[in-house]
């Protein structure tokens, strides 16, 4: 009898895989355990094993194709069975050239982000970088990376699985072997250790940038991040400067639960001698990680680890560079203000895209700095569209939206005309149920719920 | 070094007080069996000039009276906040200082003040922080807790207890990573030993053999609590063994002791063969800081060492006894270090403080 062979979910945040080579080819006979072939993921290249014996009837995906999880990929028959004529004459899976992921969150509508920024967008005072190109978030990262090493020799990049694994998420891939060990530096499973270490080499000057697995394990290092990064100047009378970056992804993935799917936004926004960045973009990744490597201070830089697959359109311009404190409109409007940063500037858009079919035009601001935040521009808008509502995957209590919404009121009182509202992550730990996992996240339903109730 | 090990144990043990001196060396610690002087080394005594050991007798006393007109200022609520003083282990900073060379880096807890003095920091500029006085090393931003010499090359000062431990690979890394020959010295408590960040530090350290000097000053507590009550490895030395990291345990009473040790552990550090660990028995004499009244050990426990193993009291005798220095050349000592201290103080209580506008100066650096 044929079964299917599946392209496998290798990893939690994975919807599509690119087969890289069969190791079996049609007509060969395996058993369970042999390996059929090499996928790619969008962490690593893993290897798929068939689950049964029998021979490999047909190859369905050719190597080089990528196809979405749970799409066959090959027909296993019995020993001496013929693949049967309606499978034998099915037309191979589209070729899809693709190499990078295009995955989308579970929870995001079918509108894809590229739709969405060619609707109302403008670049608001933004220096114009002239021409683009499309590249995914990690790419982004990569390659600000990159530049910033090769810029200046004091900067060094350290963490788990940065070297030799190229990345846990591959977003250091290819530092390796472009810098060396001396300044891609793999540690053990040492938090606490190694970000100490890295705040004393960069109180003696150097420009660590320290990678977190996910800055969920930066929790056993917050005492060398707030306690020593970012007070020592203060502490020093100005004499002892530590310019770091501490980065790595923030927030939820997808389906990894509680401990590993927490926002530290408004943690770290809280500390005085700390910047805080969360990029939405590739553009925002790459302009900003730079200047986080250039600024002087503690920069603490959260990813998102399902933005890493998405693409934008990225400035080409060699010298491209965001100002860290500016935020972005991202999509003009008059009837209502939507603040949001990192992977809720997504769901903000879509709320914008559905609300516009109605007749109601958002606003959308990326803030793209948590700290320092940028009232300024927050204001501007309020007071024009006169309702504010603040988007966040983080939970409600004393979150970067309970910081807006005082700092609307404090400077916008006058121009509300409703209270400001916030569309928050559920106040739960993160539960591992995928249907428990939707309601504990913000999307555009709510989005746009909160904006009809203050209409 | 088993013996030493068993040694060690009966000192830290019951009868702490009485045996302070005897034992508190690995390599040298034979007893001399004077009633005046015990354990000091009549070996260690040739290791350093007479020139050198008037310069020890002047930094040491300088750290003793210094301290001492801090807790008197404290005392009259002009120093506030946390105060830990550094009477009674005056020899290790001093000693750690006479091993250092120019660009080598050195950093410590919280009992910071004598480490400030002891490499060259005006000790105007130590009071006048102390007193929260915009003169003072940070402005008087940091306090006593938070000191630092960008020029001293002296990295704080650091509040939370062992943080420093893994600050310190990073200045040892730093100067690594740049091609030095430079070494960091790292300095912290028997307390601070039982954070995990310090058996990280060692891990990481001898991974990438960092020119980082481990220095434990054991004062025998933990603030209340002594090192047999909060350590179950009480040869605090052999704690990086594991990490390959050799130790020697060291009299740091005695500032020839430390001196050579300190010596032989950055020389092996320059050379480029990893980290070292010194752990200095030395005891404090005041609190563990200003507002503990000490009842966790008796009177006795401390006037038996002061009597005994003094560090200054040592240095004294040695100037003395073998170089025949004139006791009226050390009172002028005496008398100019007091002159210096009062001055200090002046100084310090005569400052402004920060204008308003500092609260806001310093938090980050302008780009």
Not at chain 1, 40 to 57: F, I, N, P
Not at chain 1, 308 to 316: A, D, E, L, S
Request: proline share 4%; aromatic share 6%; charged share 25%.
């Amino acid at each position: 009898m044929a079964t299917e062979v599946l392209m496998p979910a290798l990893s939690p945040t994975m919807t599509e895989g690119k087969l890289v080579r069969w190791v079996k080819k049609e007509g060969d006979n395996v058993t369970a355990g042999d390996v059929l072939a090499e996928v790619e993921t969008d962490k690593a290249t893993m290897e798929v094993e068939a689950v049964d014996e029998g021979t490999l009837g047909r190859i369905l995906v050719q190597a080089g194709q990528s196809v979405p999880v749970n799409t066959p990929i090959a027909i296993l028959v019995a020993q001496g069975e013929k693949v049967p004529d309606h499978i034998a004459t099915k037309p191979l899976a589209p070729n899809k050239t693709t190499s990078e992921n295009t995955t989308q969150p579970q929870r995001s509508t079918s509108s894809s982000i590229a739709d969405s920024l060619k609707q109302g967008v403008t670049e608001s005072v933004e220096k114009d970088w002239g021409e683009t190109q499309e590249m995914t978030v990690r790419d982004a990262l990569d390659e600000a990376l990159a530049i910033e090493l090769q810029r200046d020799p004091d900067v060094f990049l350290m963490g788990e699985e940065v070297a030799r694994y190229q990345g846990a998420y591959k977003v250091s891939h290819g530092l390796l072997q472009k810098f060396g060990e001396k300044r891609i530096i793999d540690t053990p499973i040492t938090e606490h250790g190694f970000t100490g270490m890295a705040v004393g080499a960069a109180f003696a000057g150097l420009k660590p940038v320290v990678e977190f697995m996910t800055m969920n394990f930066a929790m056993q290092a917050i005492d060398q991040i707030v306690n020593s990064a970012a007070k020592t100047l203060y502490m020093s009378g100005g004499q002892i400067g530590c310019s770091i970056v501490f980065r790595g992804p923030n927030g939820a993935a997808s389906r990894v639960a509680a401990q590993h799917s927490q926002c530290y936004a408004s943690w770290y926004s809280h500390i005085p001698g700390l910047k805080v960045i969360a990029p939405w973009s590739s553009a925002d990744a790459k302009g900003l990680l730079r200047a986080a490597i250039r600024d002087p201070n503690p920069v603490v830089f959260l990813e998102n680890e399902i933005l890493y697959g998405h693409k934008f359109p990225c400035p080409v311009d060699e010298d491209f560079i965001l100002p860290i404190g500016k935020a972005k409109v991202e999509r003009v409007g008059k009837d209502v203000t939507f603040v949001a940063f990192s992977i809720a500037v997504t769901i903000a858009m879509e709320a914008a895209e559905a609300l516009a079919k109605e007749g109601i035009e958002a606003e959308v601001i990326n803030l793209r700095s948590l700290r320092p935040l940028d009232t300024e521009t927050i204001i501007q808008s309020v007071r024009k569209t006169n309702r504010v509502v603040s988007i966040e995957e983080g939970w409600s209590f004393a979150g970067i939206g309970s910081e807006i919404a005082a700092q609307v009121m404090e400077q916008a009182f006058d121009w509300l005309d409703a209270p400001p509202a916030r569309v928050t992550g559920a106040d739960v730990p993160m539960p591992y149920a995928a249907n428990l996992e939707k309601l504990a996240l913000p999307c555009a339903e709510q989005v746009v719920d909160a904006v009809k109730k203050m209409m | 070094m088993q013996e030493v090990g068993q040694q060690i144990g009966k000192v830290i043990g019951q009868q702490t007080g009485q045996q302070i001196g005897k034992v508190i060396r690995s390599e040298t610690g034979q007893q001399t069996g004077q009633e005046t002087e015990e354990g000091f080394s009549k070996e260690d005594r040739k290791l350093l000039t007479r020139d050198q050991f008037l310069n020890a007798y002047r930094e040491m006393l300088l750290i003793r009276r210094f301290e001492e007109k801090v807790a008197q200022l404290y005392s009259m609520g002009l120093v506030c906040g946390f105060c830990h003083l550094y009477i009674g282990e005056e020899a290790v900073a001093t000693g750690i200082k006479m091993s250092l060379r120019d660009g080598d880096k050195v950093i410590t807890s919280y009992r910071d003040h004598g480490y400030m003095l002891a490499l060259g920091v005006e000790p105007r500029r130590v009071m006048a922080e102390l007193t929260g006085r915009v003169t003072g090393c940070s402005r008087g931003k940091g306090g006593s807790m938070h000191m630092y010499s960008r020029e001293k090359n002296f990295y704080g000062g650091c509040g939370i207890v062992g943080a420093q431990v893994s600050l310190g690979v990073g200045l040892a890394f730093a100067n690594r990573y740049r091609g030095t020959e430079e070494v960091a010295v790292t300095c912290y408590g028997d307390g601070a030993n039982n954070q995990g960040q310090v058996y990280e530090s060692y891990n990481l350290a001898s991974l990438h053999k960092l020119p980082c000097v481990f220095v434990i000053e054991n004062n025998r507590y933990g603030m209340g609590t002594s090192v047999e009550r909060s350590s179950a490895s009480h040869n605090l030395y052999k704690n990086g063994e594991p990490w390959g990291i050799p130790g020697l345990q060291v009299d740091g009473m005695d500032v020839a002791a430390v001196y050579d040790a300190a010596r032989k552990a950055i020389a092996y550090c320059r050379e480029g063969k990893g980290p070292y660990l010194l752990e200095m028995m030395t005891y404090r004499y005041r609190g563990h800081s200003m507002s503990d009244p000490a009842r966790y050990r008796t009177r006795e426990e401390v006037d038996h060492v002061r009597k005994t193993h003094d560090p200054i009291e040592h240095i004294k005798r040695v100037l003395m006894e073998d170089d025949g220095v004139e006791e009226n050349v050390l009172k002028t000592i005496d008398e100019e270090i007091k002159a210096i201290v009062n001055d200090a103080a002046e100084f310090a209580q005569t400052s402004p403080e920060p204008e308003s506008r500092e609260l806001y100066t310093d938090v980050v650096l302008e780009v």
